[in-house]
């Protein structure tokens, strides 16, 4: 069974970064896309950000572009999700996700495997 555990997450001030972790174990982790979501309170959980395999291929919410970078290295079955110039919308629990197909990731959001998730607040 697919392992996914995240770390990184915390309180941090509006402006502020943070650098979420994701390690992977129990699958090809060089042969599945990774991704990022996040649940809000009282919101849906919402698609983040996503990349292929190889890191050729990237995806992101609108509402993160520019701020947010999603990456990965396959040496330590891990991924990351940069956070920077953090909003108070911001706040949310982030889940891990992985799945053989990018396009289940961001386009079905529907990735065959979830971590648990870790908490992002950003105070105004």
């Known amino acids: 069974q697919v392992q996914l555990v995240e770390s990184g997450g915390g309180l941090v001030q509006a402006g502020g970064s943070l650098r979420l972790s994701c390690a992977a174990s129990?699958?090809?982790?060089?042969?599945?896309?990774m991704g990022w979501f996040r649940q809000a309170p009282g919101k849906e959980r919402e698609f983040v950000a996503a990349?292929?395999?190889?890191?050729?291929?990237?995806d992101y919410v609108d509402s993160v572009k520019g701020r947010f970078t999603i990456s990965r290295d396959n040496a330590k079955n891990t991924v990351y999700l940069q956070m920077n110039s953090l909003k108070p919308e911001d706040t949310a629990v982030y889940y891990c996700?992985?799945?053989?197909?990018?396009?289940?990731?961001?386009?079905?959001?529907?990735?065959?495997?979830w971590g648990q998730g870790t908490q992002v607040t950003v105070s105004s």
């Open positions: 129990r699958l090809p982790f060089s042969t599945y896309a």
């Open positions: 990349i292929s395999w190889s890191g050729g291929r990237t």
């Open positions: 996700a992985a799945d053989r197909s990018i396009n289940r990731i961001v386009v079905a959001l529907t990735p065959g495997s």
